[in-house]
């Protein structure tokens, strides 16, 4: 899949589509601006576009993330 989709969301939002990266592979992304004490939720999705349709992967499992 050529592009990878970065989901964050709280405890109290649902997840929100937070980066777009293109490329198959390794993703890093570092995420900045992040309130202090409040855990974070990530999840990724990969998609390859066919024609004007885009066709998507399955979302991975959620990762957890503590703001100290």
Known sequence: FPYTTL??????RKYD??????GAG??????KNLKKRTTYKYKVRAYKTSG???LYGSFSTAV?????
């Open 7 to 12: 989901f964050r969301s709280t405890a109290t």
């Open 17 to 22: 589509k937070v980066k777009t990266i293109k």
């Open 26 to 31: 390794t993703v890093s992304y570092t995420n």
């Open 52 to 54: 004007k349709k885009k």
């Open 64 to 68: 957890k993330m503590k703001v100290k």
